[in-house]
């Protein structure tokens, strides 16, 4: 079982950074690779960014790719997401999740354990 709780999101301006944070429970929280996806109304949920297990390799949407940071914490079983010169687009419910083994994929079928989210609100 793992438990995953997102916090760290806002109402910010655009041109502003803000860092999510996925506090996981459970004892194999060092056996999962970690992934970002977000969500708006009326869209299928698109992924943002992933990270293997132990952090050594990460993937990135080419719409975040530069701006957005993923990194992981196994000690604090907390997967990060450092988001900079946030855009009005990046305007979403940001969704953490989990992958046994695997190095990180793009595809939410591939994830079992999601959190509840939490809104990012960017303003123009």
């Known amino acids: 079982q793992v438990q995953l709780v997102e916090s760290g999101g806002g109402l910010v301006q655009a041109g502003d950074s803000l860092r999510l944070s996925c506090a996981a429970s459970g004892r194999t929280f060092v056996n999962y690779a970690m992934g970002w996806f977000r969500q708006t109304p009326g869209k299928e949920r698109e992924f943002v960014a992933a990270i293997s297990s132990s952090g050594g390799t990460t993937t990135y949407a080419g719409s975040v790719k530069g701006r957005f940071i993923i990194s992981r914490d196994n000690a604090k079983t907390t997967l990060y997401l450092q988001m900079n010169s946030l855009k009005p687009e990046d305007t979403a419910v940001y969704y953490c999740?989990?992958?046994?083994?695997?190095?990180?994929?793009?595809?939410?079928?591939?994830?079992?354990?999601w959190g509840q989210g939490t809104q990012v609100t960017v303003s123009s």
């Open positions: 999740a989990t992958q046994r083994m695997g190095f990180g994929s793009t595809r939410t079928t591939q994830y079992n354990y």
